[in-house]
């Protein structure tokens, strides 16, 4: 396994991000267009891809969000990669590299429904805020927090 930094101009992040876009374009339906104008990725310089060999299985990034928080973007494991962790390895990654900048606090939205990655940020110490901007009042998202 190999953990790359990089930002979102690397070919092998933008193509796992398009494959979580097609997944999360089945999941949203008629609310895809809602979320996905908060999901760009140009110009986001905190990116990570984890390499299984030399194959891109996981990504993630982080966008800034203020002068002491950052919001955790783009997380998607390929399937046939899930169950081995590397969630929660690009969650450490993404964190560690948050701090080394100074921020103290990480933040993040997903839909109530994606159970597996609820389960992801639970186990890696994030716990539940209000929604947060753009997402206050869609009954559809979770927003979580950590301080780092």
């Not at 008629?30 to 905190?46: C, L, S």
């Not at 990570?48 to 997380?75: H, Q, W």
Request: proline share 2%; net charge negative; hydrophobic share 40%.
């Amino acid at each position: 396994m190999h953990i790359l930094r990089t930002d979102s101009s690397h070919t092998d992040f933008q193509n796992l991000v398009k494959l979580l876009d097609s997944i999360l374009a089945e999941h949203n339906g008629d609310e895809y267009d809602f979320f996905n104008q908060f999901n760009t990725i140009e110009a986001i310089k905190n990116c990570v891809v984890i390499y299984i060999d030399t194959i891109p299985a996981a990504c993630g990034a982080f966008k800034i969000l203020s002068e002491n928080t950052v919001e955790i973007k783009r997380m998607y494991t390929q399937p046939e990669f899930r169950q081995r962790g590397l969630a929660s390895k690009i969650v450490k990654e993404l964190e560690n590299w948050a701090r080394e900048l100074n921020f103290q606090k990480a933040v993040l939205e997903t839909s109530k429904d994606l159970k597996n990655a609820i389960s992801v940020y639970g186990h890696n110490g994030f716990y539940r805020i209000s929604n947060y901007g753009p997402y206050i009042g869609i009954e559809q998202s979770i927003c979580l927090e950590k301080i780092l």
